[in-house]
């Protein structure tokens, strides 16, 4: 299994210009989910899904647009870059019946800066 | 909402224990997570605690008592490869689909 996959690993954008973070997870679970991670801020979750067609939105969503027509891929797209969109972004998923529902797994991440 | 503290930083000698703390304020919650991330990388799930009491799994525990909101990881028998930072976690029962909240981190730097 690879897990959890995320494209591009860097990326440098200039204000205004929109893109799609790409997220795909071979685990087949339900739920899957965007983190940004900035300095001393921790992991902030910006939006989830917990299955195809159903997303809802997280602590930090504006800005950002997701989908989910697949279990597998969840990308998450922005919509006109912002310089406060510079950050790291984690794509996530986990279980969300039976045993190890608390374990999350991570993307390697997407380091994304914005101009 | 939610609100997990953490000490930002922590340092330890190579050998060492090392503990460290997780306060948090939820409603509800199913369980206290571990994660650790090491620079330029992903965060990974460390340990779990459903129920209050110790939890063990090689050189790392972890702890729970709900009745004092409060948890922490101990590290024993310290590498240099547990440079890193470690991040407790919550999955709530406020939204609909228990997300998961973190706390801010404590950045854990081993010395020899």
């Known amino acids: 299994n690879a897990g959890v996959t995320q494209t591009p690993k860097f990326q440098v954008l200039k204000t205004g210009q929109s893109m799609t973070l790409q997220c795909a997870q071979d685990m087949n679970h339900e739920y899957m989910s965007w983190y940004r991670q900035d300095p001393g801020m921790g992991l902030r979750l910006i939006h989830y899904?917990?299955?195809?067609?159903?997303?809802d939105q997280g602590e930090v969503p504006n800005g950002y647009n997701v989908s989910r027509s697949t279990t597998e891929d969840f990308p998450l797209r922005l919509l006109s870059a912002a310089p406060s969109q510079t950050s790291v972004y984690f794509c996530?998923?986990?279980?969300?019946?039976?045993?190890?529902?608390?374990?999350?797994?991570f993307g390697p991440g997407t380091r994304l800066t914005v101009l | 909402g939610q609100s997990l503290e953490q000490p930002s930083e922590v340092t330890a000698v190579e050998g060492a224990i090392v503990q460290i703390n997780c306060t948090y304020q939820?409603?509800?919650?199913?369980?206290l997570s571990w994660y650790q991330q090491h620079d330029g990388g992903a965060p990974t799930f460390l340990s779990y605690?459903?129920?209050?009491g110790l939890e063990e799994t090689g050189r790392f525990s972890s702890f729970l008592s709900r009745s004092d909101s409060y948890g922490y990881l101990l590290l024993q028998e310290l590498q240099m490869k547990d440079s890193a930072s470690y991040f407790c976690a919550v999955r709530s029962y406020q939204t609909g689909a228990n997300n998961l909240f973190f706390g801010t981190g404590t950045r854990l730097t081993v010395i020899p």
């Open positions: 899904s917990v299955g195809a067609g159903i997303t």
């Open positions: 939820t409603s509800g919650f199913y369980g």
């Open positions: 996530a998923s986990r279980r969300t019946s039976g045993h190890s529902t608390d374990t999350q797994y």
């Open positions: 605690n459903a129920l209050d």
